[in-house]
């Protein structure tokens, strides 16, 4: 490790990173890492869509044309319900954004009482929801435009610290609610364990309109042999007196299209219910030709697990390459660790106390955009300044390995540089 090195030997290491660090700027790189995009080739295993759907009956006479619908295609829910772990029938198919339905749930909580809540959330003097970290930048994002409070939870290798959980959800009557990402979470890589999801369902709240939103964007986004597979939490909800607790969130936006696939909804009947007779103020239904045409492209439950086999093949070489190259150029350095996820599409780097926002601007002058530091805790304030997110999949494989290596030269200089100081 090299807070071992005498001052000599750390004083050699930090003037090969500058030279190395020189060369790299020389290069004039031009490369993106920032977002969480799938790339070309993964968008083209899908392009059979576009030729898409060949009829526009679905499975119950209904002419996808028309107006109606609202809950989305009974078929298309059943084909994700089982994925989900949320009942066809409790199970919303909508447009192509899961994010905007998060959006909206939040919006009707706020202008419309949900179940066991005593009056509006606008009526509240203040409401927080509490924040998994690091976690998802745009579900910040979400809660700051409408004032609600951020509260930084840590993480754990089985999802959030649930003693700090507990307590705060048990104490603080305006906490409203939890973000969670329970499988593969971005940008960690975290599956929940079951003890985690038990503990989530079953904790006392002292809001009665207490929501978990369950972000399940990873559902099937799995990158080896062994899926994994996370405990059913709206069962758990309904089982443990709370049912309903769970706001259950997915999308098809990393299965076919970013831009044009189906998002889900899930709950119990009541937020269910609720939920769509909201809906129902703004839309007639949803693009159903949409929703037929991923019916006849998936087919299938063992449709959906084997195009996305197909995606596994084209990102697992570029997760693999970033822990290569993360392994030789700093394994051993203690430097910097990193997740080495077994699905999702990110990879976590953690650096030294202080460091992250100045690997990132290192890197940038070097022309390889990373996703900004600090973005992955509330108000874009990561108080240790150590979390730096990788989002592999959208560059070829070349591109990656040299962002990559040209990040680890970015993390060499501003480590060292810091244990000089
Ligand atoms: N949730 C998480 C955790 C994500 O990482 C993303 C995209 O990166 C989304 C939601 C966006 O989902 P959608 O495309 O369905 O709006």
Known sequence: SFSALNLDELTAQRDRALRDYEA????????????????????DLASALLALPGGHTAADGTD?????????LPEIREMFGGLLQVPAGQLIAAGNSSLSLMHDSIVHALLGRVPGAERRWVEEPRIAFLCPVPGYDRHFALCERFGIELIAVPMTAEGPDMDVVERLVLEDPQVKGIWCVPKYSNPSGVSYSDETVRRL???????????????????????????????????????????????????????TFSGGGVA???????????????????????????????????????????????????????????????????????????????????????????????????????????????????????????????????????????????????VRLVGTEKLLE
Not at 34 to 39: A, H
Not at 218 to 229: F, G, K, R, S, W
Not at 234 to 252: K, M, Y
């Open 264 to 410: 889900f909804f899930g709950s119990s009947p009541a937020n269910v219910a609720w939920l769509l007779g909201h809906m129902a103020k703004g839309t007639i239904g949803p693009d159903k030709i949409n929703q037929l045409r991923h019916v006849e492209f998936l087919r299938d439950e063992d449709g959906v697990l084997e195009h996305m086999r197909r995606h596994r093949e084209l990102i697992r070489p570029k997760f693999d390459a970033v822990d290569l190259i993360l392994t030789k150029e700093l394994g051993g350095t203690g430097l910097a660790s990193w997740s080495n996820p077994a699905g999702g599409y990110f990879i976590g780097l953690d650096v030294l106390e202080g460091c992250a926002r100045q690997v990132v601007s290192r890197a940038a002058e070097a022309g390889i955009a990373l996703t900004p530091a600090g973005a992955t805790h509330p108000y874009g304030d990561d108080p240790r300044d150590s979390t730096i997110r990788i989002a592999p999949t959208y560059p070829e494989l070349d591109e990656v390995e040299l962002a990559i290596a040209g990040l680890a030269v970015c």
């Open 201 to 255: 369902a079953a904790m006392p709240a002292a809001a009665p309109d207490f929501r978990i939103f369950w972000d399940n964007a990873y559902a099937v986004h799995h990158l080896t042999d062994t899926p994994v597979e996370i405990a059913d939490l709206l069962a758990l909800c309904a089982e443990s007196g709370n049912p309903d607790r769970a706001f259950v969130f997915g999308s098809t936006s990393k299965i």
């Open 24 to 43: 790299l700027v020389q290069r004039g790189l031009s490369l993106d890492l920032t977002r969480g995009k799938p790339s070309g080739r993964q968008l």
């Open 64 to 72: 996808c044309r028309n107006y109606g619908g609202l809950q989305g």
